[in-house]
T-cell receptor, first 113, second 116 residues
Framework: GNSVTQMEGPVTLSEEAFLTINCTYTATGYPSLFWYVQYPGEGLQLLLKATKADDKGSNKGFEATYRKETTSFHLEKGSVQVSDSAVYFCALSENTGGFKTIFGAGTRLFVKA | DARVTQTPRHKVTEMGQEVTMRCQPILGHNTVFWYRQTMMQGLELLAYFRNRAPLDDSGMPKDRFSAEMPDATLATLKIQPSEPRDSAVYFC??????????????FGEGSRLTVL
């Protein structure tokens, strides 16, 4: 079956540092890929998405590129802020049938001032 | 402002009691998902529906969990009898679910369940 693997946390960075959170996937067909973010006490919310190979999703300074050849969708940000502290989830959605969506384990990010 | 609504937000109960969690998906959304979040297991897919029909509930312990959509505006997740290991945050999410949908999900704020 399909699966998503992302780097374990927590990741601790100083403000303005560069962020990378690795995500790789296993899937049949051509899934859409997502990064969701969860702030304390809240549900997940979409951060960015990419629906086909070589697409780049971007939002709020975060970016990720859909790499079919390496089955990866790594999240990057050039300069993190304290407000970026949260848990980040990589996910894939099958584009057939019921759009079944599965998530990675989540990576907790702490950003220090 | 369309959003997914879950009730209750918090529930504390004793082992053996029945627990029902409810979800109102965003109007017009055709897919509804139930996820369970724990520190150890992360975000597990329990069940999901499209046009109110269950598509996959293989993630649920069948002997005690059940999920239904009585109508398009209500999804329920029931645990009977509840056990301490069911303590978790349960999330409902909905999506468009028709051709052209990119698969984006909209999450509720979750129901935090504690079984003593």
């Amino acid at each position: 079956g399909n699966s998503v693997t992302q780097m374990e946390g927590p990741v601790t960075l100083s403000e303005e540092a560069f962020l990378t959170i690795n995500c790789t996937y296993t899937a049949t067909g051509y899934p859409s890929l997502f990064w969701y973010v969860q702030y304390p006490g809240e549900g997940l919310q979409l951060l960015l998405k990419a629906t086909k190979a070589d697409d780049k999703g971007s939002n709020k300074g975060f970016e990720a590129t859909y790499r079919k050849e390496t089955t990866s969708f790594h999240l990057e940000k050039g300069s993190v802020q304290v407000s970026d502290s949260a848990v980040y989830f990589c996910a894939l959605s099958e584009n057939t049938g019921g759009f079944k969506t599965i998530f990675g384990a989540g990576t907790r990010l702490f950003v220090k001032a | 402002d369309a959003r997914v609504t879950q009730t209750p937000r918090h529930k504390v109960t004793e082992m053996g009691q029945e627990v029902t969690m409810r979800c109102q998906p965003i109007l017009g959304h055709n897919t509804v998902f139930w996820y369970r979040q724990t520190m150890m297991q992360g975000l597990e897919l329990l069940a999901y529906f499209r046009n109110r029909a269950p598509l996959d509930d293989s993630g649920m312990p069948k002997d005690r969990f059940s999920a239904e959509m009585p109508d398009a505006t209500l999804a329920t997740l029931k645990i009977q009898p509840s056990e301490p290991r069911d303590s978790a945050v349960y999330f409902c999410a909905s999506g468009l679910g028709y051709r052209g949908d990119t698969g984006e999900l909209f999450f509720g704020e979750g129901s935090r369940l504690t079984v003593l």
